[in-house]
């Protein structure tokens, strides 16, 4: 039993109340008086441990019985029902007639706050490939080019990158799925030619670590559907996969890379100028590979992890 901070009794003082009244025949002033309350409350303490014995000592919770205006069983069924059919709150406090707070709080009160996602019942995909280079994730992330101190820091809004004729900076990253060892380049633009140029570098990179790479995973935007991909995918001897329509999230690894790199790199820094930000972006990496820890690879950088993956096909040879 929780007490409040400021109770005058407890069980044990209650019962010594009823006690002094009921056994040892103490006016109720007398009690009172004795353990520090007043009559009423000693009054209710020797009532209720008359009426139901030790139990009515404890304290009681102070929620009411009946609640004048509570919504109804059907009403909450209704709200679930809508809002699994992604209605927003708005939209079913209007079919239904009800106040908007009123709605949001019975959201709220479900566990359905947000929306549910489409194929929410569709189970999720989680994989690791075992093998560093069995498979890498290959993205595109489009940044506005910097030409000047933006509304991030200045809190003036001038309009949008393009209308101001900065233009656009194109950061192509690769990722391995084994190791989230990661590789990033930023270029100019997104053609089949750049893509196919960064993803020999980007091969040459994880080549030097030792990494062979076997697959290569990629969305479906133009770039990696080109004939020019698909012939430098034969020449590298790589197998070309790319996502399903609409499930970015089988290319997640990319994706919450991106993520990361946008907040840590992108955005966790103040630049003048679109240089300063591609200047930043090596070390930053050798950082992201060698020393910030990766909760998915149970708190470890990734260079760690591809350590242990080598030391385990070793052994694994040798056995």
């Given at each position: ?7 005058r009794?407890?069980p ?13 025949g103490?006016t ?16 209710k303490w ?7 014995g ?5 304290d009681r919770s102070?929620a ?11 009403r909450?069924?209704?709200i679930?029902?809508l809002?699994?059919?992604?209605f927003?709150g ?5 079919l239904?007639a009800?106040?908007?707070s009123t ?6 009160r479900?566990g ?16 690791e490939?075992?093998?560093a280079?069995?498979l ?6 489009k940044?506005?080019r910097?030409d ?18 900065a233009g ?8 391995d799925?084994?190791t989230r060892?990661a ?12 893509s196919?140029a ?5 091969l040459?990179?994880?080549a030097?670590l030792?990494i062979?790479?076997e ?6 935007g133009?770039?990696?559907r ?6 430098a995918?034969r ?8 996502t ?8 997640g ?6 993520q990361?790199?946008?907040r ?9 100028t679109?240089?300063?930000?591609i ?8 950082r992201?590979?060698r020393?910030?820890?990766h909760?998915?690879?149970g708190?470890?950088?990734?260079m ?6 080598n030391?385990?096909?070793v ?5």
């Amino acid at each position: 039993m929780t007490l409040h901070r400021n109770a005058r009794t407890c069980p044990s003082s209650r019962r010594l109340i009823a006690h002094r009244v009921i056994d040892e025949g103490w006016t109720l002033a007398a009690a009172a008086e004795a353990a520090g309350v007043s009559v009423p409350t000693a009054r209710k303490w020797v009532r209720r441990y008359c009426e139901a014995g030790e139990s009515g000592l404890e304290d009681r919770s102070s929620a009411p019985r009946r609640v004048a205006n509570r919504t109804a069983p059907e009403r909450i069924e209704a709200i679930r029902s809508l809002r699994a059919l992604r209605f927003t709150g708005e939209e079913i406090a209007e079919l239904l007639a009800m106040a908007p707070s009123t709605v949001s709080l019975v959201l709220k009160r479900e566990g359905l706050g947000r929306l549910p996602r489409p194929n929410a019942s569709e189970p999720e995909r989680r994989y690791e490939r075992a093998r560093a280079g069995e498979l890498v994730h290959v993205d595109v992330k489009k940044l506005g080019r910097i030409d000047g101190v933006g509304h991030r820091i200045s809190g003036r809004y001038r309009g949008h990158h393009r209308a101001r004729g900065a233009g656009w900076d194109y950061v192509h990253v690769c990722v391995d799925d084994a190791t989230r060892i990661a590789y990033a380049e930023v270029l100019s633009d997104e053609r089949p030619e750049t893509s196919v140029a960064f993803l020999r570098r980007a091969l040459g990179y994880l080549a030097s670590l030792g990494i062979e790479v076997e697959r290569v995973m990629t969305d479906n935007g133009n770039p990696y559907r080109s004939k020019t991909h698909a012939i430098a995918c034969r020449e590298l001897a790589l197998k070309h996969l790319r996502t399903e329509p609409y499930r970015p999230r089988t290319n997640g690894k990319a994706e919450r890379f991106i993520q990361t790199l946008t907040r840590g790199w992108s955005e966790g820094a103040v630049y003048a100028t679109s240089r300063e930000r591609i200047a930043a972006l090596p070390g930053w990496l050798d950082r992201y590979n060698r020393k910030r820890p990766h909760r998915s690879l149970g708190r470890i950088p990734p260079m760690t992890r591809l350590a242990q993956l080598n030391v385990n096909n070793v052994a694994g040879a040798h056995s």
